[in-house]
């Protein structure tokens, strides 16, 4: 099926660990993004890149490290986890950067609880 | 600064019924604006969107939305909904310097009545 997936679906952990989450696209798209989605369902963007370039870099705290081995994935990594980092996360992409019209198709999250 | 205000958090309406989801932007050009539909443990999928020509737009599910750009307004419009409707719906308009960024609005959660 052509979409965009992410892995796991569910990941629970406890303060201070580290981990990694997967996002693959087979859309073709060049430009992927990472949204947070918290606990009242308020959704913001963290990252975008394009074609393995960084293009949106919102503030968000170092521990958080995008990846972008190339344009079909983005991986998304956070150390030192913190309660505050329980929340749903989005990855999401497009066409194109440079096409604000463009539909962001998006993966169908995970759900990530801090202990 | 752009921003997106969804003035219902919850509305609940019987199915058949006619449904109207309230959008607000601010921004100071041309907005592209977009109505995304969340299910239940799911990713958000486009419902339609607007950038240009006919204010008026369709889109899937038999849903509509008109841009009013005197009222800034955005508004979702379905004539008859399905108890499969419910889900939260996001507003959203894309930001300036074709990032491709997105800004949100807080989301409406619509409950179906049977």
């Known amino acids: 099926d052509t979409a965009v997936s992410q892995t796991p679906k569910y990941l629970v952990t406890q303060m201070g660990n580290d981990k990694s989450i997967k996002c693959e696209q087979n859309?073709?798209?060049?430009?992927m993004y990472w949204y947070k989605q918290d606990s009242k369902k308020f959704l913001k963007i963290m990252f975008s890149?394009?074609?393995?370039?960084?293009?949106i870099n919102e503030t968000v705290p170092n521990r958080f490290s995008p990846k972008s081995p190339d344009k079909a994935h983005l991986n998304l990594h956070i150390n030192s986890l913190e309660l505050g980092d329980s929340a749903v996360y989005f990855c999401?992409?497009?066409?194109?950067?440079?096409?604000?019209?463009?539909?962001?198709?998006f993966g169908p999250g995970t759900r990530l609880t801090v202990l | 600064a752009q921003s997106v205000t969804q003035p219902d958090i919850h509305i609940t309406v019987s199915e058949g019924a006619s449904l109207e989801l309230r959008c607000n932007y601010s921004?100071?050009?041309?907005?592209?604006l977009f109505w995304y539909v969340q299910s239940p443990g799911q990713g958000l999928q486009l419902l339609l969107k607007y950038f240009s020509g006919d204010t008026l737009v369709q889109g899937i599910k038999g849903f509509e939305a008109e841009f009013k750009r005197s009222q800034s307004s955005f508004n979702l419009r379905k004539p008859s909904v399905h108890w499969s409707d419910a889900a939260e719906y996001f507003c959203a308009v894309g930001a300036r310097g074709n990032t491709g960024k997105l800004i949100f609005g807080q989301g409406t959660t619509l409950q179906v009545k049977p």
């Open positions: 859309l073709g798209h060049d430009t």
């Open positions: 999401a992409s497009s066409l194109a950067s440079g096409r604000p019209a463009d539909e962001q198709f």
């Open positions: 921004y100071g050009a041309t907005p592209y």
């Open positions: 890149y394009n074609n393995k370039e960084l293009i």
